[in-house]
């Protein structure tokens, strides 16, 4: 081949090259499995440590990258601010994201020491950006409702609040305590406009605790609502102690906040340096009004109640209460579960034998759960000493949720004094159904009073245990639930491992001095002052829940008031013949089933029925009848 051949022929050669590129696929495709693709598609600063899908498609919009922006952030942040190819939307979502990357970043290795003025600066600013992003642009936020990208920039939000809340939270011991505006990271920050109640009336909690951070064990769900804002539990400072008050205020309390940007247009937000903080209590607040809109206020109810329990020391402050030692408590408490509310209906639970509010972990919690009950209901919990006797129980229990009712409310009027509900678990539930029966003069026989007494020491024997012995039902109560209760006692409190601890059980001075008095009473004639009278004994709470109880057979078959429905939950534990002849490993059937109960529910199980599943959806059904009931509106 000739020279200019060879020429020719290279030369048509290269054109077929430079005309095949484009025929060559310069996209490929693959398919990934649906767990990686859902994944890829939502993650982001947050779950992933990574910038968005998103946020990246914007960066390429205008010519950048990840890498650029790490490389000259500012510049970065000038660039997407200012260019024309994106829309409000794209922009502000994308700003959110970087500015919440770098303050995250900033802060990692940090991790323990106060936040530095620039790391709250980046907060802020992504805090803001997001609040443009949902308030700001032209579409609302009901118009992204399904849009994923919203998802993304209210997390971004919330989570850049939490930092910020928690920093300024910090800031609070330095600041003067009338303060209305303080200066951080070249912010002004005014004074957070709150509605939250703190036991004793706190202004400040001593703790504030992120609670989408927190994990129980223990406990089978954490109730959340979800919304716009950022949820924490709040810590008021511990009361002191005073006996003569039996009602305590909740010491966790939840808490939602909030950051609101000054300015009423998109550029004036996103020219504003000022941002006053919310802070709302979601058992009042459904809602809040931000931006002009009303949006769904977030909330996390499980937190507190998990942090109290977590921290609660109960679970051996109730075995030194059984035992009567130092350390465990002698009068009860009435333990509000949230601050108190007039407007909400009440359920007072009461524990059983060497237990304490730990029996109600997930009671209170799973009933509190459901969003039409927590409206509606709030819990109270009587903590008491088990170790003293039924009767004695019966009427510092009485008296305590008397003194909490007149406190709360002295003319009796509010709604949480009416349709009351108490809930009671084994002897926690012999004395719920006390709280609503008439004894009249039925339990005097349990008292070995001499034929011969004298007309004056009978009277003053009466007037020492009347409290005790006679008492008319709670007017403010229209419903019980009995759970696993021995109303007619229980044989295996007469089993050597029972009695073995009853042994072990010492009742309070002041209670043993009081039945040495009345022993002294019971001694035949007038002067006969130093009679040999044998010492009447005092029963312990053992004692009284035996069924060989005088008392407990006597106080078996008191009237319930007719003003009351009542229902029983009964365990079954490995049953072996007919309902009547089981048991639930303590309780027999036969002392836990009431004649006239407007239902009864039999749940395999042992003696801890209160925590089942099965047990807390009858409850939940049962709450929901005395709404009914009650007129409440549904």
Not at 197 to 207: D, M, N, Q, S
Not at 252 to 278: H, I, K, S, W
Not at 321 to 348: A, C, F, K, N, W
Not at 381 to 388: A, G, K, Q, R, S
Request: charged residues 20%.
């Amino acid at each position: 081949m000739s020279i200019a051949n060879r020429s020719r022929v290279l030369r048509g050669v290269a054109v077929i090259g430079l005309l095949g590129l484009n025929a060559c696929a310069m996209v490929g495709v693959s398919q990934v499995g649906t767990p990686d693709a859902v994944n890829q598609r939502r993650a982001d600063v947050i779950g992933a440590n990574r910038l968005s899908d998103r946020t990246v498609q914007s960066l390429n919009v205008v010519a950048l990258t990840t890498d650029s922006c790490e490389r000259a952030f500012a510049a970065c942040m000038d660039t997407i601010s200012r260019s024309a190819g994106l829309t409000d939307e794209q922009r502000l979502s994308a700003l959110a994201e970087l500015w919440l990357g770098r303050a995250l970043k900033a802060e990692r290795p940090r991790r323990g020491q106060p936040m530095d003025e620039a790391t709250l600066d980046a907060f802020l600013q992504s805090a803001r950006d997001a609040y443009a992003y949902l308030f700001y642009t032209a579409r609302a936020p009901a118009e992204r409702a399904f849009e994923w990208r919203q998802m993304q920039v209210i997390g971004f939000y919330n989570l850049a609040v939490q930092r910020v809340m928690s920093r300024l939270f910090r800031e609070l011991p330095r600041l003067d305590p009338h303060w209305t505006r303080a200066t951080l990271a070249g912010w002004s920050v005014l004074r957070p406009q709150s509605d939250v109640y703190l036991a004793g009336g706190a202004r400040v909690p001593v703790e504030l605790i992120p609670a989408a951070n927190l994990r129980f064990d223990g406990l089978r769900n954490t109730y959340r609502r979800d919304g716009f804002g950022s949820d924490f539990v709040a810590v008021a400072p511990a009361e002191k102690a005073d006996a003569g008050v039996p009602w305590r205020e909740p010491g966790y309390v939840p808490m939602t906040g909030a950051l609101v940007f000054d300015g009423n247009t998109l550029d004036e937000v996103l020219a504003t340096r000022q941002v006053r903080p919310l802070v709302r209590d979601p058992y009042h607040d459904d809602t809040i009004t931000v931006g002009g809109r009303v949006v769904p206020l977030g909330a996390n109810f499980t937190a507190p109640y998990g942090v109290w329990l977590a921290r609660s020391g109960f679970a051996r402050q109730s075995i030194r209460s059984l035992l009567g030692r130092e350390g465990g408590i002698e009068t009860p408490r009435v333990l509000l579960m949230q601050p108190y509310d007039p407007d909400r209906l009440t359920v007072v639970m009461l524990h059983g034998l060497a237990s304490s509010p730990e029996a109600w972990i997930n009671v209170a919690n799973e009933v509190m759960g459901d969003e039409e009950l927590r409206r509606n209901f709030q819990v109270w919990e009587v903590y008491y000493p088990t170790n003293l006797p039924v009767a004695v129980n019966l009427a510092k229990i009485r008296k305590a949720l008397d003194a909490t009712l007149q406190h709360y409310d002295p003319s009796g009027q509010a709604r949480a004094s009416r349709d009351m509900v108490l809930i009671g678990h084994s002897m926690g539930g012999v004395i719920a159904r006390l709280l609503v029966s008439s004894s009249d003069d039925r339990l005097w026989g349990v008292i070995p009073t001499r034929a011969n007494l004298s007309a004056k020491k009978r009277q003053r024997l009466q007037q020492r245990l009347a409290p005790y012995l006679q008492f008319s039902p709670m007017p403010q109560v229209t419903r019980a639930v009995f759970l696993a209760t021995p109303h007619r006692g229980t044989p295996y409190a007469q089993h050597r491992l029972a009695r073995w601890i009853g042994n072990l059980i010492r009742l309070p001075v002041a209670v043993l001095k009081e039945m040495a008095d009345v022993g002294d009473l019971l001694k035949s004639g007038e002067s006969d002052e130093s009679g040999q009278a044998a010492p009447l004994y005092m029963p312990n709470s053992i004692d009284n829940l035996s069924d060989a109880s005088p008392f407990i057979a006597a106080a078996a078959d008191l009237p319930i008031s007719p003003h009351v429905h009542y229902h029983t939950i009964v365990g079954v534990y490995k049953s072996k013949g007919s309902l009547q002849d089981s048991n639930d490993g303590v309780v027999p059937y036969a002392s836990a089933h009431l004649d006239g109960a407007d239902s009864e529910l039999a749940i395999p199980s042992w003696h801890s029925v209160q925590e089942t599943p099965a047990a807390i959806l009858e409850l939940r059904r049962i709450l929901r009848l005395q709404l009914t009931a009650s007129g409440a509106p549904q």
